[in-house]
């Protein structure tokens, strides 16, 4: 099997698990967007077609706490930007650079990226590994809590956060998987 057949089967599961809507698929989900980024899947299989990826993103967390406080509200011990950027939102195009910087959970002062939630969910939460909590950083340590205690619509609110990631992926990814999938 070659990177590009490898990345086009993995983009279709991820749209299947995005369609299906079951909460036992976001261990999987966690599996292919890590694949996708630490395990490289995306720009292996883009390397020969070189298209420029642009992930569009809306505030983060940091620009909503901002909002909040400019409003007079005090900052929020949990801030969650959801399942879906919102239809009406301003949204701006990104890199994937900066995409895996893009901040979607804040919990108990500390900011945590795309890359920061794919990472703990797929190697410390079970979507790949199952680590001991005595072994988790700060940071890790406060996901751990957030998502052991925090159940949103049936999901724990770490692993559907990144419901929003597939998603912007699925729109992301639309141009390299048709690309992939014609030459492979």
Request: aromatic share 8%; with cysteine.
């Amino acid at each position: 099997m070659n990177p590009e057949m490898l990345f086009c089967i993995r983009y279709e599961q991820l749209i299947e698990i995005l369609q299906g809507g079951k909460i036992s698929q976001l261990l999987d989900l966690s599996v292919i967007l890590r694949q996708f980024f630490v395990d490289n899947f995306v720009s292996v299989a883009n390397r020969n077609h070189k298209l420029k990826l642009s992930f569009e993103i809306s505030d983060s967390t940091k620009d909503r706490l901002r909002e909040l406080e400019s409003l007079g509200f005090e900052k929020p011990a949990l801030l969650y930007l959801g399942d879906v950027i919102p239809p009406k939102a301003p949204r701006t195009k990104v890199t994937v650079d900066n995409f895996l910087k893009y901040e979607i959970v804040y919990y108990q002062g500390i900011h945590y990226s795309v890359l920061d939630v794919i990472k703990t969910c797929s190697n410390r939460l079970g979507g790949i590994h199952l680590s001991s909590d005595k072994t988790d950083d700060t940071e890790e340590a406060l996901l751990r809590d957030l998502n052991d205690n925090t159940i949103l619509g049936g999901a724990p609110i770490v692993f559907r956060s990144l419901l929003l990631v597939g998603r912007i992926l699925q729109e992301a990814l639309k141009d390299l998987y048709h690309t992939c999938e014609k030459s492979s």
